[in-house]
């Protein structure tokens, strides 16, 4: 028997439906039943492809005894984060509040009345274990604390709001834009350090990091203060691309990130694959190209991850599906799914599979042994940097045959298992796949699109281009419902208003397009356009900076937030300020600087205590601090994007002084006309480097 969970359209709470407890969906009907009989709320917080998520499902979410007293004591509601990324960052501060750490599940427990949290975890055991309580017991202490301890109760939400307030609001501690160089500096050595390889704990991607470090590497010339640094931010760079491009996060098999390794030598993942990691690392990768790391690794791993996106994670009608389980199954009749059995390699496999020469000359070139380096199995990893030899290409090449069931150049769309029961009963002539969650996220599909449109501008490569349009064209024929944006699309459904990331981030792949390509002309007015709509709706006038949730969709939250962390993805206002400063440069609407400049003013008390949390408000102040607009024909435009000019952007016009090929301006003033491209490139990187 379902639970209410059946119906709905998200994949995560659909795959809770046969869960025992009497699950809600975050709704106003869930909220006043829970007020109106006085059951604290247990709210859960997760997403489809989260590893421990499922182990909870099938663990105390399915157990009769923890459900019987779940629904007679409690009102459960399950949230999907990537539906619902605002109600998720509000309890999962609570949690790191309370526990000084976070992670998903999201387990919160909130007072009906107000929807304060006073309790907060993340995965419980059925039974005690691993250090952590039983679930049921965890339940009955939380009843029982409810019902007897009203005082405490009291002065604990009390507390925790008032923590969650000031977070919100951000006092200031007297941080001036004098101090911006110095602000600027100490952000790239954070993020430089922050990135530099160490011996210990898992690896994640951190590509907001590694772009301000990127950025960052241009001052380090010659007597500059940054030259003088404890790091070397190029070879940082370079090194965080080659563990990502030759890693065991990558698969070198078929394209594509997974989302972390478990080890700081980049081996072994976790293998789910997520949108947003892949969309940033392509343009992560296109960068350090264009920056003169023209590594054959990056190149490859641009490809076919393009590959990937193109045959499995792009929807008929041109959007990009959010992500892929790290979990699947290798015989149809297994009850439960098990991790990277999609993905890894027995030896004894892969001895049946290549001849001995194929074999002998992996092994040379990858991380593979009799005794594998997960579970018994095979994660490959390359060894060395370069171009791999033809022979290896048509090794890895028959791996994919094995996984897919035939050749890459005869696979050119493979269709999702959309949940297990589709992976289990479909007639797969390979491997059975791993579930692919197939909305479409707004947020995740633009991080996407960019990277596309800078790897374009790089390479050159028109199918780059193609995926990226038809993507943007999709979200703009179909995400706009009665004048306003939408955050999600389920196969034609279209739910939830768009959020500060969903608006910064679509925004800033417009205006990549708008920079990579000149094909189509109005990718630069419907950037403008919905401009104009987030700042209607989710502008803080009282603070500066933009709210997450737009200002008739934020009654049910206890507070209204402004998104300045980095996390997996970008900060949306980080995003959002940079987005500003390049609407000033090609529009010349000085509104949009002014706006820049209050929303720096709202954050830089952060970005001076905490610039380890923030480094895409960094790149930000770098756009504003450094700003460079490059007046040029299409054809000088064409030639120049392929090089790495950070906080550059560009317009063309036809008419220049007599005997200049382009006009540098500065910010606010513009330089002497440029006779000569060696002239134009000199005074823009003269103009990147004020500080």
């Not at 905490?610 to 504003?624: M, V």
Request: charge should be negative; glycine fraction near 6%; charged fraction near 20%.
């Amino acid at each position: 028997m379902t639970n209410r969970l059946a119906q709905a359209k998200s994949l995560y709470l659909r795959k809770h439906a046969e869960n025992p407890i009497d699950w809600w969906s975050w709704c106003d009907e869930a909220l006043a039943t829970a007020k109106a009989q006085n059951k604290p709320i247990f709210l859960s917080i997760g997403y489809s492809s989260c590893h421990w998520c499922t182990v909870m499902e099938g663990e105390a979410f399915s157990n009769l005894a923890i459900a019987e007293y779940m629904n007679a004591n409690f009102l459960p509601i399950k949230v999907d984060r990537e539906e619902r990324p605002d109600i998720d960052s509000i309890y999962m501060q609570a949690l790191q509040m309370m526990s000084g750490q976070g992670g998903w599940p999201l387990n919160v427990f909130l007072t009906p009345d107000d929807l304060i949290p006073f309790y907060a975890g993340t995965y419980f055991p059925v039974e005690p274990r691993y250090g952590r309580p039983g679930f049921l017991q965890v339940l009955q202490a939380i009843r029982h604390y409810y019902d007897t301890e009203k005082q405490d109760l009291s002065e604990r939400k009390a507390a925790i709001v008032e923590s969650l307030l000031t977070s919100a609001v951000l006092q200031s501690d007297g941080i001036t834009e004098s101090q911006d160089k110095e602000l600027l500096h100490k952000g790239w050595e954070t993020s430089t350090s922050i990135i530099t390889p160490n011996q210990y704990g898992n690896s994640f991607p951190m590509i907001p990091y590694a772009e301000l470090a990127l950025r960052g590497s241009r001052f380090l010339f010659p007597g500059s203060a940054w030259e003088r640094s404890q790091y070397d931010g190029n070879k940082v760079c370079t090194q965080r691309g080659l563990d990502l491009a030759l890693g065991g996060i990558y698969d070198h098999v078929a394209g594509g990130f997974h989302r972390y390794t478990v080890d700081h030598t980049w081996t072994v993942p976790h293998f789910e694959k997520m949108l947003y990691d892949n969309g940033q690392i392509v343009e992560y990768l296109a960068n350090l190209w264009s920056a003169g790391v023209q590594e054959a690794a990056f190149e490859r791993a641009i490809a076919t991850t393009v590959q990937w996106l193109k045959r499995e994670m792009t929807a008929p009608s041109g959007y990009f599906y959010a992500a892929q389980d790290a979990d699947s199954f290798t015989t149809p009749t297994e009850v439960e799914p098990e991790e990277g059995a999609f993905y890894v390699w027995s030896y004894s496999e892969l001895q049946q599979l290549l001849t001995p020469e194929e074999l002998t000359e992996l092994q040379q070139q990858f991380t593979v042994t009799p005794d594998g380096n997960f579970e018994s199995q095979n994660v490959l990893q390359r060894r060395n940097a370069g171009k791999l030899s033809q022979t290896l290409e048509s090794t890895l090449a028959k791996l994919f045959a094995v996984r897919y069931g035939a050749a890459p150049e005869s696979v050119e769309t493979f269709p999702p298992a959309r949940n297990n029961q589709e992976a289990k009963t479909e007639n797969w002539k390979g491997r059975i796949p791993a579930v692919t969650d197939t909305k479409m996220i707004v947020a995740w599909n633009s991080l996407m699109i960019s990277g596309l449109a800078r790897a374009y501008a790089v390479f050159q490569q028109p199918e780059y281009l193609e995926l990226a349009a038809k993507a943007a064209n999709f979200i703009l024929d179909n995400q706009f419902v009665d004048g306003r944006f939408y955050r999600l699309n389920y196969e034609g459904q279209v739910t939830v208003l768009a959020q500060s990331e969903d608006y910064a981030f679509f925004i800033k792949a417009l205006l990549d397009l708008h920079s990579s390509s000149g094909e189509q002309k109005n990718w630069l007015e419907k950037a403008i356009t919905i401009q104009e709509e987030f700042h209607e709706y989710l502008w803080s006038v009282e603070l500066g900076g933009y709210h997450n949730t737009s200002s008739d969709a934020s009654q049910d939250l206890i507070v209204r937030e402004r998104s300045y962390v980095d996390n997996a993805t970008p900060s949306a206002n980080g995003v959002a300020i940079a987005n500003l400063v390049r609407l000033a440069l090609v529009t010349d609407n000085l509104h949009y600087l002014d706006l820049a400049e209050q929303g720096l003013k709202a954050f830089r008390s952060v970005m001076s205590r905490a610039p380890q949390a923030c480094p895409s408000l960094f790149t930000a102040l770098d756009w504003y601090r450094n700003c460079t607009l490059i007046r040029t024909t299409a054809e000088q435009i064409h030639s120049i994007n392929s090089m790495y000019l950070p906080s550059t952007a560009f317009v063309e016009i036809s008419k220049l002084p007599e005997g200049s090929i382009g006009l540098v301006c500065q910010g606010l003033k513009c330089l002497a006309p440029a006779e000569s491209l060696e002239k134009l490139l000199q005074q823009v990187q003269q103009s990147q480097v004020r500080g």
